[in-house]
């Protein structure tokens, strides 16, 4: 397994969560690391991207100001902390990586994607 997503629960409206995404794979062989999310009944979408190399970043305008992406390069572990949590947020999240340094017309495009994490639930309920 290449990635291995971890931090997904239940948490009330407002709340936090860290999501983490652990990556196994050389760091040569990405250039882009993202999260996405699909919740029940709806299409997977992408919420946000992280570049290693310029740390450039990019975020879906549903979660732009609440959530944040990271990267911790000696733990090859990419975050993503969620603040403000709504229950529209209620998705299984997953993590993964592309070879290409994607940039903001592509980098939500599951087709650009070669390796995928299994996914961790997050909840949001009161």
């Known amino acids: 397994v290449q990635l291995v997503e971890s931090g997904g629960g239940l948490v009330q409206p407002g709340g936090s969560l860290r999501l983490a995404c652990e990556i196994s794979l050389s760091t040569s062989d990405y250039h882009s690391v993202s999260w996405f999310r699909q919740a029940p009944g709806k299409e997977r979408e992408g919420v946000s991207c992280i570049k290693p190399t310029d740390r450039i970043t990019y975020y879906t305008r549903a979660v732009k100001g609440r959530f944040t992406i990271s990267r911790d390069s000696a733990k090859k572990t990419v975050y993503l902390q969620m603040n403000g949590l709504k229950p529209e947020d209620t998705a299984v999240y997953y993590c993964?990586?592309?070879?290409?340094?994607?940039?903001?017309?592509?980098?939500?495009?599951?087709?650009?994607?070669?390796?995928w994490g299994q996914g961790t639930q997050v909840t949001v309920s009161s």
């Open positions: 993964a990586t592309s070879p290409r340094a994607l940039i903001a017309s592509s980098w939500s495009q599951e087709s650009w994607y070669t390796d």
